[in-house]
């Protein structure tokens, strides 16, 4: 079953792409559903583009929901570590 249910978001930051070249991302696309390469039924996966470098520009990343929930946890354990003024 696939839920449809997609999210976007803009960002600030920067990506590891093809060929091993740094790029600008602007874009996250979130959705839960069916990968295209992991080993498992279903994977959150995450997008990351850039709007002015086209479909090329991309790094995508497909996680089991567990392991998603973990990223969760590590990323905002790791923000909460940081000084507030520096997270501002």
């Known amino acids: 079953m696939c839920t449809y249910a997609t999210v976007r978001t803009g960002v600030d930051g920067s990506a590891k ?34 709007a002015t470098k086209g479909p ?17 946890a590590a990323i905002s354990a790791a923000l909460d570590s940081a000084p507030a003024d520096m997270t501002g």
């Not at 740094?22 to 850039?50: K, Q």
């Open 17 to 50: 792409g093809p060929n091993g070249s740094w790029f600008h991302v602007t874009d996250a696309c979130v959705y839960f559903d069916h990968p295209v390469h992991a080993m498992a039924e279903h994977t959150l996966n995450i997008d990351l583009t850039s």
């Open 56 to 72: 090329s520009a991309r790094v995508a990343v497909e996680l089991t929901a567990a392991s998603a929930r973990e990223l969760v």
